[in-house]
């Protein structure tokens, strides 16, 4: 990052009622559950790949390049 000028960071969740939802319904309908599970993490990865594609497009405007480094955690 020495050589960087400036430096984005993004965490991206669609909030914590989902994660409230999933444990309520897991003792009484796992598969939707998991269901449910996928779809919120579905929904914050395409959040993350549209605020990637926007920050792409700004600093392609201001005369900028980018470059992603994505960290998982488990």
């Known amino acids: 990052l020495a050589p960087a000028r400036y430096i ?7 909030g914590s009622a989902i994660d409230e939802r999933i444990a309520a319904l897991m003792p009484h309908d796992p598969a939707y559950a998991l269901a449910l599970d996928g779809l919120g993490s579905a929904a914050a990865e395409a959040l993350g790949t549209a605020l990637c594609a926007r920050l792409e497009q700004d600093a392609a405007r201001m005369g900028h390049c980018t470059s992603v480094f994505c960290a998982h955690t488990v």
């Open 8 to 14: 984005a960071v993004m965490v991206c969740t669609i």
